[in-house]
């Protein structure tokens, strides 16, 4: 499986931006999908993740501002970002969590993509 990021660029405070991130590949079955990100200096965050089920699970820096969504006949998890600060600025990676087969978990990191919120 590979996941495809994109949609991160330049914006200015208050504004927003949508990432997309888009699986390709076969897979037994997927527990949940969801977006991460890495500051400068920092650990790699959860943003937002969104189950199988439809259950979705926001950091508290992000609630309320930011969206997650997917398109399961387009293999698409989305991030809708609004009300962007610059403390939002960082590389945004998409993630899945799964399994192979039966068996065995499996687990998929997109190639990032960069977000910069400029005040």
């Known amino acids: 499986v590979q996941l495809q990021a994109s949609g991160g660029g330049l914006v200015q405070a208050g504004g927003s931006l949508r990432l997309s991130c888009a699986r390709s590949g076969t897979i037994f079955k997927i527990d949940a999908m969801g977006w991460y990100r890495q500051a400068p200096g920092k650990q790699r965050e959860l943003v937002a993740t969104i189950t199988s089920g439809g259950d979705t699970n926001y950091a508290d820096s992000v609630k309320g501002r930011f969206t997650i969504s997917r398109d399961n006949a387009k293999k698409t998890v989305y991030l809708q970002m609004n009300s962007l600060k610059p403390a939002d600025t960082a590389v945004y990676y998409c993630?899945?969590?799964?399994?192979?087969?039966?068996?065995?978990?499996?687990?998929?990191w997109g190639q990032g993509t960069l977000v910069t919120v400029s005040s």
């Open positions: 993630n899945l969590d799964g399994y192979r087969d039966p068996w065995a978990r499996y687990e998929s």
